[in-house]
């Protein structure tokens, strides 16, 4: 993710389409849009954005991920500079067709690109793109994100869609579910080299509609620790690598689980009056410094980082809850309400939006899931500065791991009328161009070719003056969450709304019986199961209910 861009909470409501349905208007993909205003902040454009106050009081309102890769030492692409754009990295000639007067067109942004810096290096990329191939001409078409998602639904129901469109993040695919091409015909027509990424981030664009992007840019998962916080505890850091075990205060090994977090976040909870968590006398309601807070942007994010699963049933039709997502669920209600090693909503408001939108930042909570991108809040005006280290994930079940991923791609869409150009120009964009694009001013991010992520953590080491393992990090990349977090759901952008509801409640109010409540979000008149979607076949000829219902 994710993330050359600012959290926004904008309101706007857009079209939800799903090949050109009756025009039905729904919020953005995730319910609050993330626009870019600073041209140095991450890149990935997920669906993860802090929802607003009024829908989730436990999410800052307009946090915004600076870049994770200092500004002075961007990554170098380590592709051939030989390879033309109309070539395939191997060399191959491939000639790319013709387009009609008025060029392919390039459609920005349902993530990030609209900062004055971007857009002015992007149509740069454009008219480089241009003028290397006169008869295919690359237009840089630039929507504000506030509007993009709108635009683009009125431009397919015209019969009027871009050609191509990115960066985009699985919220933004997924909420204009059917609209994208499969590329794996244009793959092997233009010979493109797949080898050069990870097969399982290759495997993350691949969904009912085939292969629906490359990958681009990756933002895994890891947990974010203050080294102090376990040295006054007389506790050890947590694990650096998967499958090694934890060694408690009695010298007992056990394994690295969501079960051992809670019991080392009840030590690492302390009240003002220095009381632990563990202590008779520990007062809940004076709390100085929080255990653990889990990634909590969205009740999806909260059951992936348990498990990958999905709110729609295998059959496509019906919505459920993994059962890995209801323990997981379950275990964050219970650490604020009756553990009290997770800040409530109120209290993480409290101390993650004066640090820039998440509690870690602070310096008030000692652990915390969360994407790279976390590295955009954790610099000298933190309250961690200096004193932070990263760990894998721990797991629900041992030997079970997932490190969930934001991630950005260029999609082609299905009502193209040039896709083979529309792809070469995609492969322009993730391949020839890419190192330029991911540098920290204009998009920032880690790049998903794998030849060019050791220079992006050295770049990363340098921007941090302590030692932190990155090794961490390429180790997580191997752990995505496949089905994604943000995967296809009817009715997305209603479906993110009800979700965050819910999210809201939980976060603000004691004494709920969760059983309940997920049976009300499953099953009530505003829940899950009420949601409907229209979806059509690519040639428009049939429509097919969806009932979004248990």
């Known amino acids: 993710m994710s993330r050359s861009r600012l959290r926004l909470p904008v309101l706007a409501t857009i079209f939800v389409l799903v090949v050109a349905c009756g025009g039905s208007s729904s919020s953005t993909p995730n319910g609050t849009p993330r626009a870019s205003s600073a041209a140095n902040t991450p890149a990935a454009s997920h669906a993860g954005a802090t929802a ?20 002075s030492s961007a990554p170098e692409s380590s592709a051939p500079e ?22 392919l067109r390039w459609y920005c942004c349902l993530g990030t690109g609209q900062d004055p810096k971007q857009v002015k290096f992007e149509n740069q990329v454009a008219a480089d793109f241009s003028a290397a191939h006169p008869e295919t001409p690359l237009v840089f078409e630039v929507v504000t994100y506030d509007a993009a998602y ?14 191509l469109a990115g960066p985009v993040g699985v919220s933004g695919i997924e909420y204009f579910h059917g609209q994208w091409a499969d590329m794996t015909p244009l793959i092997q027509s233009a010979q493109f080299d797949l080898s050069v990424y990870d097969p399982k981030l290759v495997d993350f664009y691949k969904t009912d509609e085939g292969q629906v992007g490359i990958p681009f840019d990756v ?5 974010w620790y203050s080294k102090s916080a376990f040295d006054e505890a007389q506790l050890n850091y947590p694990p650096h690598k998967f499958g090694d075990k934890y060694t408690m205060p009695d010298g007992s090994q056990v394994d690295w689980t ?7 976040a009840k030590i690492l909870t302390v009240d003002t009056n220095g009381n632990d968590a563990t202590s008779a006398d520990f007062d809940p309601n004076n709390v100085d410094q929080w255990g653990f807070d889990p990634q909590r942007d969205d009740l999806r994010y909260v059951g992936t980082y348990w498990a990958p699963g999905s709110l729609v049933a295998e059959d496509g039709k019906t919505v459920a809850i993994p059962d890995t997502w209801k323990a997981a669920w379950k275990y964050f209600y219970d650490g604020m309400w009756t553990d009290h090693f997770i800040a409530t909503g109120p209290e993480f408001d409290a101390i993650a939006e004066p640090a820039g939108g998440y509690a870690f930042f602070s310096g008030k909570v000692a652990m915390a899931t969360n994407y790279l991108w976390t590295t955009y809040g954790l610099g000298e005006d933190s309250g961690v500065a200096g004193d932070w280290d990263i760990g894998v994930l721990p797991s629900a079940v041992p030997g079970q791991y997932v490190s969930p991923l934001n991630a950005d791609t260029f999609g082609i869409l299905k009502g193209s009328t040039n ?13 020839d161009r890419a190192s330029e694009l991911l540098a920290p001013k204009i998009y920032g991010g880690m790049p998903a070719k794998t030849s060019d992520q050791p220079a992006y953590l050295d770049s ?19 752990y995505p ?13 209603e479906s993110v709304n009800i979700l965050r509801t819910y999210l809201s409640k939980w976060t603000t109010t004691p004494g709920l019986d969760l059983d309940a409540e997920m049976q009300s979000l499953l099953r009530s008149p505003g829940g899950l199961g009420s949601r409907r979607r229209l979806s059509e076949s690519s040639e428009r000829s049939r429509t097919t209910e969806w009932p979004f219902s248990v």
């Open 52 to 71: 607003t106050a009024a829908a989730q009081s436990s999410a800052p309102e307009s946090s915004a991920p600076e870049s994770s890769a200092p500004e």
């Open 82 to 103: 030989s390879v033309e754009p109309g070539a395939s990295p191997s060399g191959t000639p491939y000639v790319i067709p013709s387009v009609p007067a008025g060029g």
């Open 150 to 163: 709108d635009q683009l639904a009125t431009q397919i129901r015209g019969d009027n869609p871009p050609d």
């Open 219 to 223: 933002y895994p998962s890891m947990l």
């Open 258 to 264: 969501y079960d051992t977090v809670r019991e080392i």
């Open 419 to 431: 896709p083979d150009a529309a792809f070469q120009a995609v492969s322009y964009l993730v391949n």
């Open 460 to 478: 990363l080491g340098k921007e941090f003056s302590q030692q932190v393992d990155w090794n961490v990090v390429s180790d997580s990349l191997q």
């Open 481 to 493: 969450d496949i089905p994604n977090s943000e995967s296809f759901m009817p009715d997305y952008g």
